[in-house]
Nanobody, 115 residues
Framework: QVQLVESGGGLVQPGGSLRLSCAAS????????MHWYRQAPGNQRELVAS???????TYADSVKGRFIISRDNAKNTVNLQMNSLKSEDTAIYYC?????????WGQGTQVTVSS
C-alpha cells in the first residue's frame, strides 16, 4: 500500500534552516509528481512546493527563494530544504502524492520557528 513518512521537523530560530524528507513506498515513485503542503493552527492546508517527474518545480510565493524541493528517485524520497525560516513558516508539513485515483498523505512533521 502507499506510504509516505515525513521526517526532519523540529524547533529552529528565525533565520535558520531545516531539511524535511519524505520516504515513499507502494507506488511508482519516479513517474509521479510529489508535493509538500503545510497547515498552521486555524489555517487551511496550503500547497508549499511541487516537483514533477521531469524535475520541474513550483513554489508558493511565500516561500519562493527560500525553500528548495528536490527528489531522489533512487531512494524514493522527496526533500524540502527550508532556509531563512520565519515565524510564519511554523506549521505541520505534509507530503502528498496523487495516485491510483486518490490523494495520499503522510502523517506530517511539525516545524516550529521561534526564538
Amino acid at each position: 500500500q502507499v506510504q509516505l513518512v515525513e521526517s526532519g521537523g523540529g524547533l529552529v530560530q528565525p533565520g535558520g534552516s531545516l531539511r524535511l524528507s519524505c520516504a515513499a513506498s507502494g507506488f511508482m515513485f519516479n513517474i509521479h509528481a510529489m508535493h509538500w503542503y503545510r497547515q498552521a493552527p486555524g489555517n487551511q492546508r496550503e500547497l508549499v512546493a511541487s516537483i514533477r517527474s521531469s524535475g520541474s518545480t513550483t513554489y508558493a510565493d511565500s516561500v519562493k527563494g527560500r525553500f528548495i524541493i528536490s527528489r531522489d528517485n533512487a531512494k524514493n524520497t522527496v526533500n524540502l530544504q527550508m532556509n531563512s525560516l520565519k515565524s510564519e513558516d511554523t506549521a505541520i508539513y505534509y507530503c502528498k502524492v496523487a495516485t491510483m485515483g486518490r490523494d495520499y498523505w503522510g502523517q506530517g512533521t511539525q516545524v516550529t520557528v521561534s526564538s
